[in-house]
């Protein structure tokens, strides 16, 4: 829970030190913190999708919903 929790942000801000401080990568790639996220600040920073291609796998596939949430925002299922 809470201990492996800590370890991996304590991992991502050890890589984001080597990342951030590469004088090749430069200001080609960041690691950082978003401080107070929520689902606001990710509808802004994350991208969207308007459309989607479904192909089901027959016998896979537990009920055929891995898109219903995509379809309930708003989002076109072709395939």
Not at 21 to 37: A, E, R, S, T
Not at 38 to 61: F, R
Request: proline share 3%; charged share 20%; glycine share 10%.
């Amino acid at each position: 829970g809470y201990d492996k929790a800590k370890l991996i942000i304590r991992l991502i801000s050890a890589v984001g030190e080597v990342v951030n401080n590469d004088k090749d990568i430069g200001d080609l790639f960041k690691v950082l913190f978003i401080p107070n996220y929520n689902v606001s600040s990710a509808e802004i920073i994350i991208p969207a999708s308007d459309l989607s291609q479904h192909i089901s796998t027959a016998g896979m596939e537990a009920s055929g919903t891995s898109n219903m949430k995509f379809a309930m925002n708003g989002g076109l299922i072709i395939g």
